[in-house]
């Protein structure tokens, strides 16, 4: 395939989406190597013209913000940013394997009943916020307030009608023909299911998992909520650079975004391939 | 006749929701090395019929025998049963050498045996230069050499085809039937072939046996089935175009018997010795077998509605007496649309049907 050539007109509106999209990120990069006098200057500065470290330095020694005069961070984020890849890692992993598994079990072994989805599908059929008092109420009883095994059953529960019908539209597309084929050759289900429905979704498989990383990584509420003392994640470490002393710290702030921006860039440049599979999956040869 | 390789007794399907049964009650002997097509339209039970053979779906009750034994208790996997589906299942994230080698890696067949098998397999196929090409990247006939491949691999005592060619374009259509006839004849495989596509039936098939609604209407040579449908169903889904079926009364006339509906008459011969005859009779003719002749001297005559090309011939539709008939004339001196022709027919190539079983009679 080779790139055709853009008309203006589409180069015109592409550039300016672009420009729409890319600000913010870019301002926030500026943001996280600007020195504290530049975080809320006015008139604005674009480009910091003494570019520092300081805002990267604070989120991990707390005290460092104090060369600058500002105090009041009493937190590393070091706690937020191992919390936030552990809950996010293994609760992904636990709502992809279970979404498969019932993927596979409501397109393959289903009756057809579009109630079962349907009902999986209505965990999210409520903003977070409504079932979060509920989560805590049950969750405290259970003991699982303020614990990771708390934190990642939510995470994975929550994201599991995502993961459950994306990979069941993966499923769907894919011919039952070829399982059966694998059955008559002489794999039992469950090994037709592994070396032939899987490696054929996996395309969606990436697809999802990331789609599915990103709810976690960014998920506020229920770690808001969740979390006392003994865990954290980035979002909510976020919420807490704000100071009684020097108020927001902006550069902070944009440090760890830009800190947690990282491992979905690197995710989804590593599975881009697969991606554009699983994104246009149709292409299973008819 | 030696033992047949396979063996339906009664065999019968019902579904959960229990309205009609998919497969009712099909009794069919198939001998070893032969062809026999499934014929029928779509939902006549054809495929699951074939379903039922290889083990993806179990009988309600009846039999499945394979080389007189029973198989009904064996998985799948076990059967010694290859089957090639219509939309290919070729496992296109695996090259074509791990699609050849799947079902034998799974029988644990030592390395060297497999890739001698494989081998074997894509010559005879002509694949040998596509063994590392990966699959997604084969086209449709490519893809259902391989699926065929495949399946050949695992050395089948008895090979099932679904709809094999249905999802191939004309040409590659028409090049994989050679293909199939040209492997039929090498390896001598007993094959049962399902289709819809009467062509690809009358063209591979030793035997036809036609399905309609679950049951088998008629097994019959590919040779004699096409003459003699024994059910009007038979005759009006077989030939394209098919059959003309004439629903009318007979009635004593001179020497012989008169064929009436309304103003429409044909002389007939007299019934064969010691055949009643009946009143109400269904009378089928081939469009091949009525020739157009002058209008003067001709047994019916009628206004020439349509005429169709088809390359050599012209399929053409005759209305006489509110009957309308399709013949098919050279294309070669062609009567042109709207004008008269007389229509002549030989009465040995006429069949009879009967108006209450709608089952074929010798009647005359």
């Not at chain 2, 509605?305 to 399929?315: D, F």
Request: charged content about 15%; proline content about 6%; glycine content about 8%.
């Amino acid at each position: 395939m080779h790139a055709k050539k853009l008309s203006p007109l589409l180069a015109v509106v592409m550039g300016l989406a672009l420009a729409v999209t890319l600000f913010p990120v870019f301002w926030i990069v500026m943001t996280a190597i600007k020195p504290p006098t530049d975080w809320n200057a006015s008139p604005a500065i674009w480009i910091p013209s003494e570019p520092t470290h300081i805002n990267f330095l604070t989120l991990f020694d707390p005290e460092a913000i104090g060369a600058y005069g500002v105090g009041g961070v009493s937190q590393s984020a070091t706690k937020a940013v191992w919390g936030s890849v552990r809950a996010s890692i293994i609760a992904t992993a636990l709502s992809v394997s279970i979404g498969l598994l019932s993927a596979i079990g409501i397109t393959r072994y289903g009756n057809g009943s579009k109630i079962a989805p349907l009902v999986i599908l209505s965990g999210r059929m409520f903003p977070p916020a409504a079932i979060a008092v509920p989560f805590v109420i049950i969750f405290s009883n259970v003991g699982l307030t303020d614990s990771y095994v708390g934190l990642i059953a939510i995470y994975a529960a929550a994201t599991l009608p995502f993961s459950t019908w994306m990979l069941k539209s993966f499923v769907e597309d894919l011919p039952r023909e070829v399982e059966e084929a694998a059955m008559i050759d002489g794999r039992s289900r469950l090994m037709a299911h592994l070396t032939v429905t899987i490696p054929l979704i996996r395309g969606g498989i990436f697809a999802t998992t990331l789609f599915i990383f990103i709810l976690n990584w960014s998920e506020f509420m229920f770690s808001l909520v969740l979390s006392y003392t003994n865990i954290s994640t980035i979002p909510v470490q976020l919420a807490r650079y704000v100071t009684a002393t020097a108020g927001t710290l902006y550069g902070v702030q944009a440090a760890l975004a830009v800190l947690a921006m990282v491992p979905l860039m690197l995710m989804g440049y590593l599975i881009q391939s697969h991606l554009a599979r699983g994104m246009t999956f149709g292409a299973i040869k008819q | 006749m030696s033992k047949p390789k396979l063996e339906l007794v009664a065999l019968r399907k019902d579904y959960a929701d229990g309205s009609v049964p998919a497969v009712d009650g099909i009794d069919l002997a198939v001998q070893p090395g032969e062809t026999l097509a499934l014929l029928g339209p779509s939902g006549c039970g054809k495929s699951t019929t074939l379903n039922m053979i290889v083990g993806l779906e179990s009988p309600t009750s009846g039999d499945i025998q394979i080389d007189g034994r029973s198989i009904l208790g064996v998985p799948a996997g076990k059967r010694n049963v290859g089957m090639v589906f219509q939309d290919y299942a070729v496992f296109t994230s695996m090259t074509v050498r791990k699609n050849l080698a799947f079902g034998l890696e799974i029988r644990k067949m030592p390395k060297a045996e497999i890739d001698r098998a494989v081998h074997e397999v894509a010559e005879l196929l002509g694949m040998a230069d596509r063994l590392d090409a990966r699959a997604r990247d084969l086209g449709g006939s490519e893809l259902q050499r391989v699926a065929i491949g495949r399946t050949l691999a695992t050395r089948p005592a008895l090979l099932l085809l679904d709809e094999p060619l249905s999802n191939l374009e004309y040409a590659a259509r028409l090049a994989m039937r050679r293909e199939l006839r040209r492997l039929q004849q090498e390896i001598g495989l007993t094959i049962i072939y399902v289709t819809h596509d009467q062509i690809e039936a009358l063209s591979l098939a030793d035997r036809i046996a036609v399905m309609r609604a679950g049951k088998i209407l008629q097994v019959e040579q590919t040779t004699t089935i096409y003459d003699t449908p024994d059910h009007v169903f038979v005759a009006s889904f077989l030939g394209s175009p098919p059959m003309n079926l004439l629903r009318g009364n007979l009635e004593a006339h001179g020497q012989g018997m008169l064929f009436r509906i309304g103003q429409f008459r044909l002389q007939l011969p007299p019934p064969r010795p010691g055949m009643a005859m009946p009143r109400g009779v269904t009378l089928g003719v081939r469009p091949e077998s009525l020739q157009v002749v002058p209008a003067e001297a001709a047994p019916l005559v009628g206004q020439v509605l349509l005429a169709e090309p088809r390359g050599p011939e012209v399929v053409l539709t005759v209305e006489s007496a509110a009957v309308q008939l399709k013949a098919i004339a050279p294309s070669h001196g062609r009567p042109e649309e709207g004008s008269l022709v007389g229509l002549a027919v030989d009465p040995a190539s006429l069949v009879f049907f009967s108006n209450d079983t709608s089952h074929r009679m010798e009647l005359c």
